[in-house]
Every structure is written in C-alpha cells, then in structure tokens.
C-alpha cells in the first residue's frame, strides 16, 4: 500500500494549489483518505477526509469554504483543492489512508486511525 502526494509548492496569500494523492497497492473501496499537516512546532492535524464509498465529506473549521476533498476512484486518486490560501495554511501536507470504521468526521480528527501515510509535499504561503 503506497500514497504519493504531489503539488506542493510556493504560493502567494490568496493563490491556490491543488494537492493530488496517489495510491497504490489498493482499491478506495471503503477506505477514509485524509489530508493532514504538519506546521514547525505543531501537532499533525487533519484538515479534510473523505469517503471512498459514499463520498461524505469532512472539513476541519479553518478551511472550510476554502478547501474542497474530491476523489476519482477510477484513478485511485484524492485531491485537495486548496483556494484563498493564508500564510497560516504553511506546513507539510500528508494523505493518509484507512479503512472506514466509523464516522469519515471521527476518523478525521482522531488521526490514529490512519495507519498508511504519503511521505508529505511542502505548502508554503508567503509574499
């Protein structure tokens, strides 16, 4: 099982980015894909998860209206849409994956539920 994540890079406030999470080794059938980060100093938290199966959807408050999880399961891919970028939303952006087990919203938020992890892809947001 392997996640590669990609589109990372240097954007001023404001821009966008769209995050793209490759998978293999598995099907999304019935999986949670989740994007996290990780700013210096700060604890890993889950910013947006999603899915597989049903598509529902979960968004941590500080992107919401912001950021939108979508999914082609065709292409076993998960991408993060990311518009309206802060200097706040700086840290390294990891997908992770895990079999649903309960809500996609419980799942998000406890993030020890994820046992499968992408190596990361750098945001930066800076004028």
């Known amino acids: 099982l392997q996640l590669v994540e990609s589109g990372g890079g240097l954007v001023q406030p404001g821009g966008s980015l769209r995050l793209s999470c490759a998978a293999s080794?598995?099907?999304?059938?019935?999986?949670?894909i989740g994007w996290f980060r990780q700013a210096p100093g700060r604890e890993r938290e889950g910013v947006s998860c999603i899915s597989s199966s049903d598509g529902s959807t979960y968004y941590d408050d500080s992107v919401k209206g912001r950021f939108t999880i979508s999914r082609d399961n065709a292409k076993n891919t998960t991408y993060l849409q990311m518009n309206s970028l802060k200097p706040e939303d700086t840290a390294v952006y990891y997908c992770a994956a895990a079999g649903l087990v309960t809500t996609v919203q419980t799942m998000c938020v406890a993030r020890a539920y994820f046992g499968s992890w992408g190596q990361g892809t750098q945001v930066t947001v800076s004028s």
């Open positions: 080794g598995f099907t999304l059938d019935y999986y949670v």
